[in-house]
């Protein structure tokens, strides 16, 4: 950090100022030496030995900058803990210089509690909020999507890419003019240029704040608490001068919503559903066994790679075919895949699926199983939480049945997402769930019969205004970085909001420091761009695209599969920028182009990728580990709660949710009550404009292995030793390391020594 802050834009910009009005100031390791000592951070006292560190000014009484970055990288791994260190090392050459009054602004310009008030024209309205709310297959985004589509203007606005493109390709299947709009993708049909009224399918991103609309539907409102991307549930909600604006989503929302809506002033009608065909749990697990799958089976899996391997490995061990769906799947080619599963009279029995379903694809499923009761999440492998679980697991059972799935035109578009009302449901549409692996089944089960935690806030993200405003109190030549880190730091919020978290903004406001000429307002719309450095100009022209990849034979590899994935997030983030700024990212129509030739070349290397059942049956050994080790820290928590709550003794033959937890359920006596603690302690994460990564690293570091490993298994055929062989000249690269230890515990099996999971993917 040394090494890369000493070229700071900040520190060249005081040396000029320094030359400009002739005072002296501080070389870099005079700065660095006294950012140390202040900091506490290193002690020469101490004989260089680093120790605990001391409070800085304008931090909390009692935090000490060790504190501080303990927590970074608990939370955010090495990319958040340099982001710490960066703000420490700002705040303490800039920092000083303010005096009193310039903390008392900024701390008066960093009130956010009323959010409410940065929409003034909004609030001149006199809106009705409808809030449709139950389980999954109930009816309630039905009866939503029907009053947009008797609307004459009117906007969706989902979660996921796919879910946008569905209703707008439905839409117009049915004579309304509709537009897609997401952040990388703009569908405008000519017919709109001339129309008064239009509709629009967006995600939830890219709502029209500007625009006088009928209806608005904001779908899955349960994530207006997500820590990532509330804040763009809680800008629709509060934003859209919409006449009525119709919230779908789970019944945990209620109190928070209800809330909203009083300190609006505005009228809130709550209609509640029930489930319209039964779910229930399995009695047990598919224990591995592959040939144990039905007709209508969805096996959810959570990376992109493991949901071809697992359908090549499907297709060999059933002789059956299996459709793929998962949120990065090019919207033509999953509607396609869609169809062949959801088509009764064809071949492809089985699907293969991220967690994308959770948010109501249109697919006839029958019985859903979870590959795991655990997911990577950029930074760590993490129980599911119970909405997570419920919400998955909820697509089984849909009332539709296969041949009404397969009908476009003649349905109505408000049952593009698989939820019309039937007079009668059918016996057959009683949905199952369970999970592939045994010791997934207690997690998943407990999970079924519990309830949700209620939502208690709403994610907010300061708007460009108020950064302006903020950023005028800080001295020329501050790095945006710290300006954003501050806002976040010294914010004052109502209870009923939570700022989220910057993710990357930090790491794209310091790329872009040293780039003249732009607003505070420019800043801060390039730090929210989904992508890894870029230029811009001619797309052809930006040397970090690698774009004689497309000119590679497509092969099986990590390596070669990495600089497709690298080209694809470049190619997308040029895509988002060029309709933010135009005249610089000009080849839209060229980048386009390249990006449908990477995502054709990026599923045809997917489409060979397998594992072996060695390989899946590893793999699940390291996920078991990773639940046996919740399970415990779990089993520690709830032994120091029985301690601190003697009350709760005498308790134990009772277990959780009344279920029982006989062997025979695959679950012995007091494993519900321990996954019922991992679940509590579980996120919801189902966050994600891109679904899931295309990579887990466990999975990776199995699909790696060398070839002494090969031969100790015994069983990999020579094309995957030679896949492995090729795939672990890269396993080590790029690796960050949180999780260094865990997965070393979790792949001590005997073979080999796990490396450290790789840096997180960017995947909004």
């Known amino acids: 950090m040394k090494e890369e802050l000493k070229d700071a834009p900040v520190i060249e910009r005081m040396k000029r100022d320094a030359a400009a009005d002739g005072s002296k100031v501080d070389s870099f390791p005079q700065l660095w030496r006294g950012f140390l000592r202040e900091s506490g951070l290193w002690s020469t006292s101490k004989g260089g030995v680093p120790f605990e560190g001391v409070a800085l000014k304008g931090r909390a009484e009692g935090a000490s900058v060790m504190d501080d970055l303990r927590n970074a990288f608990r939370v955010q791994g090495q990319r958040g803990l340099d982001n710490r260190i960066k703000y420490a090392f700002y705040g303490h050459i800039t920092g000083a210089r303010f005096t009193d009054s310039e903390l008392a602004n900024q701390q008066a310009v960093a009130d956010l509690r009323y959010p409410s008030e940065w929409y003034p024209a909004t609030r001149s309205l006199q809106r009705v909020l409808h809030l449709h709310v139950g389980p999954t297959n109930s009816g309630k985004t039905y009866h939503a999507l029907k009053r947009l589509e008797e609307a004459e203007k009117g906007v969706y606005a989902g979660p996921l890419r796919l879910l946008a493109h569905e209703v707008y390709t439905r839409m117009n299947a049915r004579g309304k003019l509709c537009a897609l709009v997401t952040g990388e993708e703009r569908r405008v049909p000519e017919a709109v240029k001339d129309a008064e009224g239009y509709l629009t399918s967006c995600t939830v991103e890219m709502v029209p704040l500007n625009m006088h609309l009928d209806v608005a539907v904001i779908d899955e409102i349960q994530m207006i608490g997500s820590n990532d991307r509330g804040w763009a549930w809680t800008q629709a909600l509060l934003g859209l001068k919409a006449k009525e604006v119709h919230l779908c989503g789970e019944e945990r929302t209620v109190p928070l919503i209800r809330e909203i809506a009083a300190s609006l002033g505005e009228k809130l009608v709550i209609h509640h559903y029930k489930r319209l065909s039964p779910l229930q749990i399995a009695d047990q697990s598919l224990n591995g066994n592959l040939t144990d799958l039905r007709k209508g089976d969805c096996i959810v899996s959570f990376s992109v790679i493991g949901i071809h391997a697992l359908r090549k490995q499907i297709e060999r061990d059933t002789g059956r075919k299996v459709a793929i769906v998962y949120g990065s799947l090019p919207p033509e080619t999953r509607a396609a895949q869609a169809r062949l599963f959801n088509d009764p009279d064809n071949d492809y029995d089985f699907l293969v699926a991220s967690d994308a379903v959770g948010m109501g694809l249109n697919l006839a499923i029958k019985r859903i199983i979870f590959e795991a009761s655990n997911k990577w999440d950029g930074s760590a492998r993490r129980t599911l939480s119970i909405a997570d679980i419920k919400q998955i697991a909820g697509r089984a059972g849909r009332y539709r049945t296969a041949a009404q799935a397969t009908q476009k035109a003649d349905e109505p578009v408000s049952t593009a997402k698989g939820e019309p009302v039937p007079a009668n449901p059918e016996p057959d549409n009683v949905g199952i769930v369970t999970t592939l692996e045994k010791f997934d089944f207690p997690v998943v089960r407990s999970a079924m019969s519990s309830e949700a935690e209620p939502i208690l806030s709403a994610g907010l993200a300061p708007p460009s205004p108020v950064l302006e405003r903020f950023s005028s109190y800080f001295p020329p030549g501050t790095p945006f970085s710290y300006i954003l880190t501050r806002l976040h730091e010294l914010c004052m919020m109502h209870k009923r909001f939570h700022l989220c978290a910057l993710k990357d903004h930090v790491w794209l406001a310091d790329l872009i420091e040293p780039i003249e000429g732009l607003t505070v307002v420019d800043r801060n719309i390039i730090c929210a761009c989904p992508a890894t450095s870029q230029t811009g100009g001619n797309i052809a022209d930006i040397p970090e695209l690698p774009l004689e990849v497309l000119e590679q034979e497509a092969s099986p590899n990590r390596e070669y599969l990495k600089s497709l994935e690298t080209l694809h997030k470049g190619v997308v983030s040029y895509l988002w920028l060029s309709f933010r700024f135009a005249g610089i990212f000009n080849t839209r129509a060229l980048a386009n182009h390249i990006k449908d030739m990477v995502e054709q070349k990026i599923e045809e290397v997917l489409d060979k990728f397998s594992f072996t059942e060695a390989q899946r049956r590893k793999i699940a050994e390291v996920r078991q580990k990773q639940v046996h ?136």
Do not use: Y
């Not at 690293?697 to 896949?723: H, M, Q, Y």
């Open 629 to 764: 080790r919740d399970e415990v820290l779990a089993a520690q928590v709830a032994i120091e709660d029985e301690a601190v709550d003697p009350a709760a003794e005498g308790d134990d033959t009772q277990s959780a949710n009344g279920l029982d937890t006989s062997e025979e359920h695959g679950a012995v006596h007091g494993d519900v009550e321990v996954a019922q603690s991992v679940l509590d302690n579980a996120e919801d994460r189902l966050v994600s404009e891109e679904d899931l990564e295309i990579e887990a690293p466990d999975e990776l570091d199995i699909l790696a292995d060398n070839d002494s490993l090969a031969s100790k298994l015994g069983v990999a055929s020579t094309e995957d030793t030679e896949r492995r062989s090729s795939a672990s000249q890269t396993a080590a690269k790029g690796r960050d390391v949180p999780l260094e230890k865990l997965l070393s515990e979790a792949m001590a099996l005997g073979e080999s020594e796990a490396a450290p999971p790789s840096e997180a993917g960017i995947n909004r």
